[in-house]
């Protein structure tokens, strides 16, 4: 499976990987990066996000009229490789 930039940006979002000031505040060189947050909400279904749940690396229900997206384990296992640091959930 092959992700695109944004769904990749996305998911670090989900899990909170950097904040505004390009800064990884929850980077913890010997063991990765432990993520503070799980969840990416959206007003309607996002084909980006519904791709990564058909794939098996996000999960996605509804919450108060909003669509919540998480990634599950195998999402932070493909976004670890890709970003060549552990993601613990």
Known sequence: MEL??????????????TNPNGRRDNWKPSDGYEAFRNRYYADKKMPEWERLVADGLAISK?????????????????LSDILETQIIL
């Open 62 to 78: 509804t919450d108060n009229d909003m669509i919540l997206y998480q990634l599950t384990d195998k999402g932070a296992r493909v």
């Open 4 to 17: 695109t930039p944004r769904q990749i940006k996305m998911m670090k979002h989900a899990i909170g990987f």
